[in-house]
C-alpha cells in the first residue's frame, strides 16, 4: 500500500500480559517515529528511528517499553508487563529525511486496551 | 520546541471561511510552523508549514505574522469532512535530534451543517 501500515486495528491485553505492535513504513522512508494518544489528549512522543539506529527514546515512558527496526523498514513498539495505564492508541510515522521542512506521514494507530 | 497557543475549540459554518489561530510567542529564527489535523479515529495527517512568508495549497492557506509570533491556518470553505483536531506546531530545524512533532492539545474544529 501506499501508505503507513500498523497492526492490529485494535488490542486487548489482560494486565501483566506483552504486547507488540507493528509498524509498516512508506518505503523508503529515512525516518520512523512512534506516539502515544490518551484519549482526548494530543499525541506524545515516544522514539525516534533514522533507519536502523534508534536516535531518540526519551519519550519512553518506562523500561517496559521497547521499540527496534532492525532492517531500516518495519519497526516493532514492544510493551511488557501491560498496565492499565498503558491503555491509549499508538501511533507510527515515518518521514523521507530528517528534514523538518518535510511531512511526516501517520498510520491509523493501534489502539491498546488494557483490562 | 517552542510552545504553542491554540484555542481548545471552534465552529464554523459549512461552506464558510474558518480562521484557525494560534500564538507562538516564543518562536525562534530556525522554527519551521507546520500545521496537522486529525480526523476522528485516524491518525495525524499533514495539512501545511511555512517560515516566513505565507503559504498555500490544495488543503489550506497559512499566514504567518510579520513579527512571526502568531500564525493562522485558513481553510476557504469549510466542509462537513474539516471536523478535526488541528495542531499548531513549531520543528526547529536547528535541534540536533529526532525533530520529533511535539503536539499540544490543538482546536477542535466543529463544522455545522
Known amino acids: 500500500g501506499a501508505g503507513v501500515s500498523q497492526s492490529p486495528r485494535y488490542k486487548v491485553a489482560k494486565r501483566g500480559q506483552d504486547v507488540a505492535l507493528r509498524c509498516d513504513p512508506i518505503s523508503g522512508h529515512v525516518s520512523l517515529f512512534w506516539y502515544q494518544q490518551a484519549l482526548g489528549q494530543g499525541p506524545e512522543f515516544l522514539t525516534y528511528f533514522q533507519n536502523e539506529a534508534q536516535l531518540d527514546k526519551s519519550g519512553l515512558p518506562s523500561d517496559r517499553f521497547f521499540a527496534e527496526r532492525p532492517e531500516g523498514s518495519v519497526s516493532t513498539l514492544k510493551i511488557q508487563r501491560t498496565q492499565q495505564e498503558d491503555s491509549a492508541v499508538y501511533l507510527c510515522?515515518?518521514?523521507?529525511?530528517?528534514?523538518?521542512?518535510?511531512?511526516?506521514?501517520f498510520g491509523q494507530g493501534t489502539r491498546l486496551t488494557v483490562v | 520546541d517552542a510552545k504553542t497557543t491554540q484555542p481548545n475549540s471552534m465552529e464554523s459554518n459549512e461552506e464558510e471561511p474558518v480562521h484557525l489561530p494560534c500564538n507562538h510567542s516564543?518562536?525562534?529564527?530556525?522554527?519551521?510552523i507546520h500545521w496537522y489535523r486529525q480526523l476522528p479515529s485516524q491518525g495525524p495527517e499533514y495539512v501545511i508549514h511555512?517560515?516566513?512568508s505565507n503559504v498555500n495549497n490544495r488543503m489550506a492557506s497559512l499566514a504567518i505574522a510579520e513579527d512571526r509570533k502568531s500564525s493562522t491556518l485558513i481553510l476557504h470553505r469549510a466542509t462537513l469532512r474539516d471536523a478535526a483536531a488541528y495542531y499548531c506546531?513549531?520543528?526547529?530545524?536547528?535541534?540536533?535530534?529526532?525533530?520529533?512533532?511535539?503536539f499540544g492539545s490543538g482546536t477542535q474544529l466543529t463544522v455545522l451543517p
Open positions: 510515522a515515518s518521514g523521507l529525511s530528517r528534514q523538518v521542512n518535510t511531512e511526516a506521514f
Open positions: 511555512g517560515l516566513t
Open positions: 506546531i513549531l520543528r526547529d530545524r536547528g535541534s540536533g535530534s529526532a525533530r520529533q512533532l511535539t
Open positions: 516564543t518562536i525562534s529564527g530556525t522554527d519551521y
